[in-house]
Nanobody, 114 residues
Framework: VQLQASGGGLVQAGGSLRLSCAAS????????MGWYRQAPGKQRELVAR???????NYGDSVKGRFTISRDNAKNTVYLQMNSLKSEDTAVYYC?????????WGQGTLVTVSS
């Protein structure tokens, strides 16, 4: 199983980025896909998650600013991040989960400058 995240980078506060995570080795459409993040010195936290059926949930700190979506034909999950804040700076990880199966990507760094 491979989860290849991309799209991270340096952006000014108030700006936008879109992260992508391409999955292989799984039946993508039946997996719940998520984005998590970990800032220095902090625990990993949920950013957004989307089920195979398309239901979404978000961490409180990103509601209204971030949008998760998936394209099952491309085996890819996206995270559109708008109105970025300095506190969004973190390594963002892609996750695929189905029952006891739980896979992680390598992470992509997002840095928001104030």
């Amino acid at each position: 199983v491979q989860l290849q995240a991309s799209g991270g980078g340096l952006v000014q506060a108030g700006g936008s980025l879109r992260l992508s995570c391409a999955a292989s080795g799984i039946i993508f459409s039946i997996y719940a896909m998520g984005w998590y993040r970990q800032a220095p010195g902090k625990q990993r936290e949920l950013v957004a998650r989307i089920t195979g059926g398309g239901r979404t949930n978000y961490g409180d700190s990103v509601k209204g600013r971030f949008t998760i979506s998936r394209d099952n034909a491309k085996n890819t999950v996206y995270l559109q991040m708008n109105s970025l804040k300095s506190e969004d700076t973190a390594v963002y990880y892609c996750n695929a989960q189905l029952r006891v199966d739980n896979y992680w990507g390598q992470g992509t760094l997002v840095t928001v400058s104030s």
